[in-house]
């Protein structure tokens, strides 16, 4: 039986998909079974997995039901004492698994670990580090304020961990990732691994794209995380509102920033700095309102010049994680 589950959703990823199987199969902890759930795919992706003569790799199709049912089926197939996940267009480093089974079982105690994460753009090109956090045990509060693991390419789990908190929550479209860590940090303690060990693809025009979702699911997911927090923590609902609007806001400003995004944009950081005044302080606050600025008042060339000499600003520097 193998110690380690990893399983990989996948829909319509017949671009990238090899290139996540690849940095799966070069881990130096090999005790793994890959669980590939083909979540209803139209594309070349099942032929290209089934071509691939690997005995840890097991592939089930199923009708298209959307990434948190696909993780859902994935662990309902597991047999590993551990569970770790990963999208079929993200990568590891090869040392991921160890290290990451390593920290679970030297504390018995914690049933999650994570590591930090790299992005880069969808091409596969690393273009910018996310601010290290150095949150273990109870993260609780600081989980309540923003999501720090960044994507579901990340945790490891211990089984007992997954088993004692359920199911990913299928009817959400968006932000279930974390609305998952919320249950599983009311319950259990967290471990880090300080290294750079997920390297999580982003397209700028399809985050863009989503804010409206992604708005309508964080507040969804705020509301509920809140009405299930102890009284002592509730002083953190505004934080943690103020950190989603800036990072939606930072999503607007810095990718695809047309006349609309851009307006979109300054209604969530005034939104932000509403239930928050004190973002204002802080410095990547400073550097987004001073980016709206230029793009709204100066004429397009004259902003893209600027824009080149201050430095572009990357949405993968989520403000959540500097609450």
Not at 5 to 26: G, H
Not at 71 to 85: H, Y
Not at 177 to 188: G, I, N, Q, V
Not at 308 to 315: E, H, P, T
Request: net charge positive; charged share 25%; glycine share 4%.
């Amino acid at each position: 039986m193998p110690v380690v589950s990893v399983v990989v959703p996948a829909y319509n990823v017949e671009k990238t998909i090899l290139e996540t199987i690849r940095s799966i199969q070069q881990q130096t902890f090999s005790e793994f079974e890959l669980i590939i759930i083909n979540d209803g795919s139209k594309d070349g992706t099942l032929k290209l997995v089934n071509c691939i003569n690997d005995p840890r790799i097991k592939v089930f199709s199923y009708e298209n039901a959307g990434l948190p049912e696909a993780r859902n089926r994935g662990i309902a197939r597991s047999t590993g004492e551990f569970i770790t996940f990963i999208d079929a267009d993200d990568v590891w480093t090869a040392d991921k698994i160890e290290l990451q089974l390593a920290a679970l079982q030297k504390n018995p105690e914690a049933g999650v670990a994570y590591s930090w994460t790299s992005f880069m753009d969808s091409e596969g090109k690393t273009f910018s580090k996310d601010q290290p956090v150095y949150f273990e045990g109870n993260v609780y509060p600081q989980l309540l304020m923003g999501n720090f693991i960044n994507s579901g390419s990340n945790v490891m789990l211990r089984r007992q961990a997954i088993e004692s908190v359920g199911k990913f929550d299928a009817s959400l479209r968006s932000i279930e990732d974390w609305e998952y860590w919320l249950r599983l940090a009311a319950k259990w303690s967290f471990v880090l691994v300080p290294h750079y060990q997920i390297l999580y693809r982003q397209s700028a025009t399809s985050m863009a794209s989503k804010v409206d979702v992604m708005e309508h699911y964080s507040l969804l997911v705020i509301n509920r995380a809140f009405e299930a927090a102890p009284p002592e923590l509730q002083h953190l609902k505004k934080r943690s509102l103020a950190n989603t609007y800036q990072y939606l806001a930072r999503l607007c400003i810095t990718h695809a920033p047309d006349a609309e995004k851009i307006n979109q944009g300054w209604k969530f950081l005034k939104k932000a700095v509403s239930l928050s005044p004190s973002v204002l302080t802080k410095r990547n606050t400073q550097r987004l309102l001073i980016k709206w600025l230029i793009l709204r008042f100066l004429p397009q060339k004259t902003a893209q010049g600027f824009m080149q000499r201050f430095g572009k600003m990357k949405a993968s520097n989520d403000p959540r994680l500097k609450a």
